[in-house]
């Protein structure tokens, strides 16, 4: 199945009941972020990196649940795409990682990026979503509307959770 004959909006759907059931209770935020990786990560061909990186303090990121070839550990809130998304707490959808200043290539073969932050619902940054592709333009508005909805729902179910 190529990336424009899938249905993502229902793929989407699929994955949100999946994550609804395995979550329901959950109150650890690492199994969470585990759980959510790994469910993505599956669900959609174009997904080929696949995870978090938590805001540590001091304007820090720091890696933590994926799926896929190995991230960087740690990512600064000045450098990259994960750091924008953070710094402007703002989803960076990217197209050409190319033409985005500073991005930061774990992987030679990433074309395309979205990178999603984590907020609770108070407005404090807990994580980014990141998912690179290996295809140029691989993420859509569809992606974007559907991964910030799952965001928010992270967000206000984890927002109290001990260990960030
Ligand atoms: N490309 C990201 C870095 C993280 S990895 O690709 C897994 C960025 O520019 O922030």
Known sequence: ????????????????????????????????????????????????????YRAVGDEQLRVGPYQGTHGCLHISFDRGVCGAAARQQQTQLVPDVEAFPGHIACSSSTRSEIVVPVLTPEGELLAVLDVD?????????????HLEALCAQLGAQFASAPVR
């Open 133 to 145: 592709s290996n295809d140029p333009a691989a993420f859509t508005t569809t992606d974007q509307e």
């Open 1 to 52: 199945m190529t990336t424009q004959t899938l249905d993502r909006a229902s793929r989407y759907a699929d994955v949100r009941q999946r994550l609804d059931a395995l979550l329901a209770g959950e109150t650890d935020w690492i199994s969470g972020m585990a759980t959510v990786a790994c469910e993505l990560h599956q669900a959609f061909p174009y997904f080929h990196w696949t995870g978090f």
